[in-house]
T-cell receptor, first 108, second 114 residues
């Protein structure tokens, strides 16, 4: 099955800073999702983005399917952005394969 | 509308006991998934239902784990003879049709086996 690698594993920033999180796939995927796991463990859907670019407020994501990677951009970070960010892809079968996550800490 | 719900939110049980975890998917979603998340890791797939049938159970770790979805809506994950290594957060997700659609997750059940 596919392998999903996320980088960096940890990221500590000051409020107001911008950040870029990366997700690499070992093989092509049919679909890709980005999630934010809040401190209570809830996985919140950020983007469903098999290819192209999407934006939602301060967040945007770009997936380059032919090169097997996706990027999540967070601009003007706020303390509430803290948490773990996961990307996950589907290849063939319907199960999501998750990366190990990026733990983002935004300090006031 | 209502999201995916899971009960209980927390379950503490003794080694060797039987537990059931319940998932209520988003209304109208035909696809339902169970995942397990250990501390510091990403969720890992357990089983996928399309309607009432288990379309893919390749992620179930052994025969102590079983899941059902008898009416194509609510699902129950059943674990027999629990072991301490089963301690994890069990997550349920649903999607409209399972054809690579976006998956939506419930809040999870935190299982602790003592």
């Amino acid at each position: 099955g596919i392998q999903v690698e996320q980088s960096p594993p940890d990221l500590i920033l000051q409020e107001g800073a911008n950040s870029t999180l990366r997700c690499n796939f070992s093989d092509s995927v049919n679909n890709l999702q980005w999630f934010h796991q809040n401190p209570w463990g809830q996985l919140i859907n950020l983007f469903y983005i098999p290819s192209g670019t999407k934006q939602n407020g301060r967040l945007s994501a770009t997936t380059v399917a032919t090169e097997r990677y996706s990027l999540l951009y967070i601009s003007s970070s706020q303390t509430t952005d803290s948490g773990v960010y996961f990307c996950a892809g589907i290849q063939g079968a319907q199960k999501l394969v998750f990366g190990q996550g990026t733990r983002l800490t935004i300090n006031p | 509308g209502a999201g995916v719900s899971q009960t209980p939110s927390n379950k503490v049980t003794e080694k060797g006991k039987y537990v059931e975890l319940r998932c209520d998917p988003i209304s109208g979603h035909t696809a339902l998934y169970w995942y397990r998340q250990s501390l510091g890791q990403g969720p890992e797939f357990l089983i996928y239902f399309q309607g009432t049938g288990a379309a893919d159970d390749s992620g179930l770790p052994n025969d102590r784990f079983f899941a059902v979805r008898p009416e194509g809506s609510v699902s129950t994950l059943k674990i027999q003879r629990t072991e301490r290594g089963d301690s994890a957060v069990y997550l349920c997700a649903s999607s409209p049709s399972g054809m690579g659609n976006e998956q939506y997750f419930g809040p999870g059940t935190r299982l602790t086996v003592t």
